[in-house]
């Protein structure tokens, strides 16, 4: 585990009320629950600095899920987060949900392109039929 420092800091008592709460839903220690705060905060700076910027480049995707996925969702997060030690936030989630069905989906397509076509055959003369009651031009030196 990695060295810790004690932060303490007064703040606002309704802002207090609601970091215990959301504390509590998610069922963190308070330790827990402020460290994955600042780092969801220093990420955040670092995309908007390093990474996409939501004004310039990125775009908002925006879509309603079942309740029940959702908070299936946020279990896998915070064991992702026990298990690793390093945050795992919702976005990073979607976007590399997103960019391994994309890619995936590229490889098919390229293999799909790569993949030997068989070229159409053309019919040999002696597979065409002439028309019934019609002589072929040959017919008459035929052994």
């Known amino acids: 585990m990695a060295t810790t420092k004690n932060l303490c800091a007064q703040i606002p008592i309704d802002l207090h009320e609601r970091v215990s709460e959301e504390r509590e839903r998610l069922g963190l220690t308070t330790s827990e629950y402020i460290v994955n705060l600042i780092q969801?905060?220093?990420?955040?700076?670092?995309?908007?600095?390093?990474?996409?910027?939501m004004t310039?480049?990125?775009?908002?995707?925006?879509?309603q899920i079942p309740e029940e996925l959702f908070q299936r969702i946020k279990?896998?997060?915070e064991r992702e987060?026990?298990?690793?030690?390093?945050?795992?936030?919702?976005?990073?989630?979607?976007l590399n949900l997103i960019t391994q069905a994309l890619d995936e989906a590229d490889a098919e397509n390229?293999?799909?392109?790569n993949a030997p076509t068989e070229a159409p055959?053309?019919?040999?003369?002696?597979?065409?039929?002439?028309?019934?009651d019609t002589d072929t031009p040959d017919?008459?030196?035929?052994?």
């Open 40 to 53: 969801d905060y220093y990420n955040m700076m670092e995309n908007q600095k390093g990474g996409i910027q």
């Open 56 to 63: 310039e480049k990125g775009r908002t995707m925006a879509f």
């Open 75 to 77: 279990r896998h997060l």
């Open 81 to 94: 987060t026990l298990r690793s030690g390093k945050k795992l936030t919702q976005r990073d989630f979607v």
């Open 110 to 113: 390229a293999a799909e392109q």
């Open 121 to 132: 055959v053309a019919p040999r003369v002696a597979d065409v039929t002439a028309p019934a």
């Open 139 to 143: 017919e008459d030196n035929a052994v």
